[in-house]
Structure formats: structure tokens, C-alpha cells
């Protein structure tokens, strides 16, 4: 059975740090781009960041660049987000998604910019 579970959201200030974390089963996680969205309420789901499956290459979106960072970890099949510098805006339920032959996603994680 696939899975992505989403950790490591929560509520912090403006200016702080948080590290998101997707643990995969069930697929061969090596084989897969992966990918951090986020949906911020009453929008649509935006692309965040991307790696490619041995972690090559990424890819940010130009509001996140120099402040998160996408990693992985294929021997423990887990995919990071490092985001520090939050902003309000920042605010949104965060997933993460694998790409190959197949498309997965995780459930989400909150994450709550706010003083």
C-alpha cells in the first residue's frame, strides 16, 4: 500500500524555521521525482519545490527561493523541506507528491506563519 505521511508543521512566528518531513512505503522511492506543494486557504495548490529522483537537480518557486530547501533521503525513502525566513503568506496546508509512471500524495501538514 502507498503512503506519504506528512510531518513536522505547526505554528510558528514570522522569521522562524521549520523542517517538513514525507516518509513513502510502498513504491520504489528512488524511482520517483518529489515534489512540496501547498494550498493556502481559498487558493488553488502551488507548486513549491521539486527534486529529481537522486537529487540532482531543484527546483523552487520564485516566492520560496533562498528560503526553503528541498532534500531527500533515498535510503530512508523521506523527502524534506527546510523552510526558514516564514513569512505570513507562508501559511498553507503543505504536501508533498511523487512522480514517475505514477502520481502520489500525502495528506498534508499545516503550517502557520503568525505572531
Known amino acids: 500500500q502507498v503512503q506519504l505521511v506528512e510531518s513536522g508543521g505547526g505554528l510558528v512566528q514570522p522569521g522562524g524555521s521549520l523542517r517538513l518531513s514525507c516518509a513513502a512505503s510502498?513504491?520504489?522511492?528512488?524511482?520517483?521525482?518529489m515534489s512540496w506543494y501547498r494550498q493556502a486557504p481559498g487558493k488553488g495548490r502551488e507548486l513549491v519545490a521539486t527534486i529529481t529522483n537522486i537529487g540532482s537537480s531543484t527546483n523552487y518557486a520564485d516566492s520560496v527561493k533562498g528560503r526553503f530547501t528541498i532534500s531527500r533521503d533515498n535510503a530512508k525513502s523521506t523527502v524534506y523541506l527546510q523552510m526558514s525566513s516564514l513569512k505570513p503568506e507562508d501559511t498553507a496546508v503543505y504536501y508533498c507528491?511523487?512522480?514517475?509512471?505514477?502520481?502520489?500524495w500525502g495528506q498534508g501538514t499545516q503550517v502557520t506563519v503568525s505572531s
Open positions: 510502498g513504491f520504489t522511492f528512488s524511482s520517483y521525482a
Open positions: 507528491k511523487a512522480t514517475a509512471w505514477y502520481q502520489y
